[in-house]
T-cell receptor
Framework: DAKTTQPPSMDCAEGRAANLPCNHS???????VYWYRQIHSQGPQYIIH???NNETNEMASLIITEDRKSSTLILPHATLRDTAVYYC??????????????FGSGTQLTVLP | KAGVTQTPRYLIKTRGQQVTLSCSPI?????VSWYQQTPGQGLQFLFE???????NKGNFPGRFSGRQFSNSRSEMNVSTLELGDSALYLC??????????????FGPGTRLTVL
């Protein structure tokens, strides 16, 4: 079973920030938080990952709460091409187990014009 | 760098046949994982290969098998196809670094339809 909980769907206006929440209350100290997205019928695309500090890259920002039980993915200026299913995944640090991702149902983000 | 490539992109087979799907990882990546995605079950892990050895295996029947070659390219095979095997089959590669976690990068997938 997936160890994360995400809302099934969200809408966001084009040009506004999209804030996607994820609950991972049972996360352990040796697990990263990963975010992927999947545009219809394409392969999942890696977005960002983090352990306990906030992270930012060219695609998004990841905010992890201090207790690490939840996180928020932020797309600062959503475009229509950001419409996709967003998956939040916790994955062990140890390299062997890290290559067996467990996907939940994700959040369908729809960016509205 | 070129991304993960999968061939063929689309495939139609009939029940009872077998199929082989191919995956070429990102250059330098040594691990290849396979996933099956269906509307009912979502994205599920099939197996992972590293150094030509299966390292992890998901909960799938023995009809699903795979292998990895010395150049890290991987193939998966499904024998005695069933209607329920219709799915998007995804391959993901990762670098395998001892000092940090391994991010997986996915290919575009192979859409298999079993009639």
């Amino acid at each position: 079973d997936a160890k994360t909980t995400q809302p099934p769907s969200m809408d966001c206006a084009e040009g506004r920030a999209a804030n996607l929440p994820c609950n991972h209350s049972t996360i352990s100290g040796n697990e990263y938080v990963y975010w992927y997205r999947q545009i219809h019928s394409q392969g999942p695309q890696y977005i960002i990952h983090g352990l306990k500090n906030n992270e930012t890259n060219e695609m998004a920002s990841l905010i992890i709460t201090e207790d690490r039980k939840s996180s928020t993915l932020i797309l600062p200026h959503a475009t229509l091409r950001d419409t996709a299913v967003y998956y939040c995944i916790v994955s062990p640090i140890s390299s062997g187990s890290a290559r067996q991702l467990t996907f939940g149902s994700g959040t369908q983000l729809t960016v509205l014009p | 760098k070129a991304g993960v490539t999968q061939t063929p992109r689309y495939l139609i087979k009939t029940r009872g046949q077998q199929v082989t799907l191919s995956c070429s990882p990102i250059s330098g990546h040594r691990s290849v994982s396979w996933y099956q995605q269906t509307p009912g079950q979502g994205l599920q892990f099939l197996f992972e290969y590293f150094s030509e050895t299966q390292r992890n295996k998901g909960n799938f029947p023995g009809r699903f098998s795979g292998r990895q070659f010395s150049n890290s390219r991987s193939e998966m095979n499904v024998s005695t196809l069933e209607l329920g095997d219709s799915a998007l089959y995804l391959c993901a590669s990762s670098l395998v670094r001892r000092t940090s976690t391994d991010t997986q990068y996915f290919g575009p997938g192979t859409r298999l339809t079993v009639l």
